[in-house]
T-cell receptor, first 113, second 108 residues
Framework: NAGVTQTPKFRVLKTGQSMTLLCAQDMNHEYMYWYRQDPGMGLRLIHYSVGEGTTAKGEVPDGYNVSRLKKQNFLLGLESAAPSQTSVYFC????????????FGPGTRLTVL | RKEVEQDPGPFNVPEGATVAFNCTYSNSASQSFFWYRQDCRKEPKLLMSVYSSGNEDGRFTAQLNRASQYISLLIRDSKLSDSATYLCVVNLGDKIIFGKGTRLHILP
């Protein structure tokens, strides 16, 4: 099992460009999450999904959109990238919400110039 | 008071020593607690869950004090490989809060 994978691993964007980050999990987990991690800020939840076809806002959703068309995939979109979105993005999944372990992907390092 | 607070460190500890750090939480309705470990430029990974009765896994012991609203992590006989950032995680039921982490450096 690959666990949770993320594509791409690194990306540099110019302000105003768009991109999509892909997260895939092969553990048949219902819950999936997108976090961003910035120095001194810890992990902050952007959006999450409790099942195929559902999405919900987290703590810092502005400037991001998500989709969960298939249970194993969770996409994070940036429509018009801004320098403030420079960060490390982690995807995670869990069998259930909150009471069990979250499994994280290796992260995507995004720089917006 | 912040929802989850940790001493950012770094804790510089000689190899073989015992080290402990705490994490305080503000919401008394918090339901479950975890310690995650994050190596430099890597993803967080679950170290251990924290149960009301406390739990131990080898050199690691986690405890919960609901009255004072904190959880603790004790590492005995520390190894160089224990150097990492340790994240406290609190589940409030409707959301999960990650602490900012405590950095631990084990010195040879």
């Amino acid at each position: 099992n690959a666990g949770v994978t993320q594509t791409p691993k690194f990306r540099v964007l110019k302000t105003g460009q768009s991109m999509t980050l892909l997260c895939a999990q092969d553990m048949n987990h219902e819950y999936m999450y997108w976090y961003r991690q910035d120095p001194g800020m810890g992990l902050r939840l952007i959006h999450y999904s409790v099942g195929e076809g559902t999405t919900a806002k987290g703590e810092v959703p502005d400037g991001y959109n998500v989709s969960r068309l298939k249970k194993q995939n969770f996409l994070l979109g940036l429509e018009s990238a801004a320098p403030s979105q420079t960060s490390v993005y982690f995807c995670a999944s869990s069998l259930d919400g909150g009471l069990v372990e979250q499994f994280f992907g290796p992260g995507t390092r995004l720089t917006v110039l | 008071r912040k929802e989850v607070e940790q001493d950012p460190g770094p804790f510089n500890v000689p190899e073989g020593a015992t080290v402990a750090f705490n994490c305080t939480y503000s919401n008394s309705a918090s339901q479950s607690f975890f310690w995650y470990r994050q190596d430099c430029r890597k993803e967080p990974k679950l170290l251990m869950s924290v149960y009301s009765s406390g739990n131990e896994d080898g050199r690691f012991t986690a405890q919960l004090n609901r009255a004072s609203q904190y959880i603790s992590l004790l590492i005995r006989d520390s190894k160089l490989s224990d150097s990492a950032t340790y994240l406290c995680v609190v589940n409030l039921g409707d959301k999960i809060i990650f602490g900012k982490g405590t950095r631990l450096h084990i010195l040879p």
